[in-house]
């Protein structure tokens, strides 16, 4: 959801709690909720605080609506996702990382996985650097779209299918 002046607008009815429950808020990442503990579950992950740029899983997490956003106003601040297992909340979800700041990277060394060992997508997306530095268990495409991707280890990538509007794709670590 894009304003007037092309950034991304305020985005109202975050939460600053994980649901364990089954239900999926959207969650800003802020020192409240930094760390998501085993079984968590969210719809959308928001980094909009430079203050709090660190998201730590204890065990397995469930992105219900496959959304990693990251937002303009991170600044020169990397933000980094570390711990545990990421998974998508549906076989036919994606997990969408959007990097929208184009002044720091997003830095992910926690393992991408699909729904229930089902195959599943990753996205990458947004003018903004994204780094795979963890091994990904993901069985499905990654898609490259706008965005530099570095993938510091190459296990378990998946297939690449890059759209028309990659950037670069960097391979740096052994795999």
């Keep these: 959801m894009k304003g007037s002046d092309g950034l991304f607008a305020a985005f ?3 939460a600053d709690a994980w649901s364990t429950d089954g239900g999926h808020p ?5 020192p409240a909720c930094s760390t998501a503990p085993d ?8 980094f909009n605080d430079p203050t709090c740029a660190t998201l730590t899983l204890e065990g397995n997490a469930t992105l219900g609506g496959g959304v990693i956003l990251v937002t303009e106003n991170m600044g020169l601040t990397p933000v980094t996702i570390t711990g545990g297992r990421l998974f998508t909340g549906d076989s036919t979800w994606p997990i969408q990382i959007v990097n929208m700041n184009t002044k720091a990277p997003v830095i992910v060394e926690s393992d ?10 990753v996205c990458a997306v947004g003018p ?8 990904n268990s993901f069985l ?5 779209n706008n965005t530099e991707l570095t993938i510091d280890n190459g296990a378990a990538i998946g297939t ?5 509007n990659e950037k670069v794709i960097r391979m740096t670590g052994a795999g």
């Design 112 to 121: 991408l996985a699909g729904f229930t060992g089902k195959a599943a997508h």
């Design 160 to 164: 690449v299918a890059a759209n028309g």
């Design 39 to 46: 079984g968590a579950t969210a719809s959308v992950i928001r």
């Design 140 to 144: 499905g495409n990654l898609f490259i």
């Design 12 to 14: 109202e009815d975050f």
């Design 26 to 30: 959207a969650i800003d990442i802020t």
């Design 128 to 135: 903004g650097k994204i780094v795979f530095k963890g091994a």
